[in-house]
Structures are given as structure tokens and as C-alpha cells.
């Protein structure tokens, strides 16, 4: 009789144990949901740094960003969305650094003119003093 209850318990163990390496191996193979919507944030920040001109003043950036884009579509297009989905966050960063580098150089520019404008007002308002 005791044997019997070890057997019963064995088998219940063995069938828990079934169960439980069944529910792994199907979390396991649920399929990745293609990253659809990282995809469209990415393309909206290239968009961005080439419309804060990034061409001109962070272009390594944006050519980063741009060369990991294509590449994230090209595992979009394998079904390797763990590979799209990383490339594409990526992308996005670059993108975002080529537009903050952009917006940094314009503003830099614009201080830079503003600052020549004034010495050329100091200069004349020093010749205009000494006229007078």
C-alpha cells in the first residue's frame, strides 16, 4: 500500500513537472509582436533631425541614425523584431542627439551673429562719440 502512494505521488509530481516545462516552452515561443509603433516614432525623429537641418550640422548622427533605420526595417522585413525593435530605439536616439546637436549649432550660430552685431554697434557709437 505505501508503495502505491509513492507511485500516485510520483506521478503527480512528474505531471506538475510536465506542466510546468509545457507552460515555459509555450511563453517561450509566443510570438513577439512586431514593433510597429517603435518603427513610427523612430521615422517621426529622422524626420525631425533632417527638418532641424541635421544634414548640415550633425550629419554623422543622422547618418547613423538613417544606416540603423534601414537596418531595423530590414529585420522588420526577416521577422527578427527583437533585432527591428533594438535597432529602431536606436535610431531614434541618434536621430534625437543629430536634432539636439543641430538645434545646439544653430543657436550657437545665431549667438555668435548677434554678438558680431553688437561689437559693430559699440564701434560705432565709440566713432560717433568722438566725432562729437
Not at 76 to 102: F, I, K, N, P, S
Not at 104 to 118: F, G, I
Request: with cysteine.
Amino acid at each position: 500500500m505505501k508503495k502505491f502512494h509513492q507511485i500516485r505521488s510520483y506521478q503527480k509530481l512528474h505531471g506538475i513537472g510536465v506542466s510546468i516545462v509545457a507552460a515555459i516552452f509555450i511563453t517561450g515561443c509566443a510570438s513577439i509582436p512586431p514593433p510597429t509603433e517603435q518603427m513610427a516614432v523612430s521615422k517621426v525623429a529622422l524626420s525631425n533631425a533632417s527638418s532641424a537641418e541635421g544634414n548640415e550640422f550633425a550629419p554623422l548622427q543622422l547618418q547613423s541614425a538613417m544606416a540603423k533605420m534601414d537596418g531595423a526595417e530590414r529585420a522588420m522585413a526577416a521577422e527578427d523584431y527583437v533585432l527591428a525593435r533594438q535597432l529602431a530605439e536606436q535610431a531614434q536616439v541618434d536621430a534625437q542627439l543629430a536634432a539636439a546637436t543641430a538645434r545646439s549649432a544653430k543657436a550657437q550660430k545665431a549667438a555668435s551673429a548677434l554678438q558680431e552685431d553688437n561689437r559693430v554697434l559699440r564701434q560705432e557709437i565709440d566713432r560717433n562719440t568722438q566725432y562729437q
